[in-house]
């Protein structure tokens, strides 16, 4: 049984056939990982070496957007002062 074939049975909407094509689009890196006990199946070791990054950039994100509306609020306020004088 091929899982070339299996394709053909299923929805292709579906989770296992989208898994599937997954599969079949990365075979020489699994067949890399079978044959080579040094290669990591996961990349855990590099998400955790770029969580920092992603953390600070999201940090700064949340900020400017604090300014952001802060600003916007201001200008909410100083239009509506100007229409009521």
């Not at 053909?8 to 689009?25: C, F, H, M, P």
């Not at 890196?29 to 855990?44: C, M, P, S």
Request: proline share 1%.
């Amino acid at each position: 049984m091929k899982w070339e074939d299996e394709l053909t049975r299923i929805s292709g909407k579906s989770k296992l056939a989208e898994a599937i094509r997954y599969g079949l689009s990365r075979k020489s890196e699994f067949k890399r990982f079978l044959d080579d006990g040094r290669v990591d199946i996961d990349n855990n070791s590099v998400e955790r070496a770029i969580r920092p990054q992603t953390i600070t950039r999201n940090y700064v994100l949340l900020r400017i957007m604090c300014r952001i509306h802060q600003l916007l609020a201001t200008i909410v306020r100083f239009t509506v002062v100007c229409d009521a004088a």
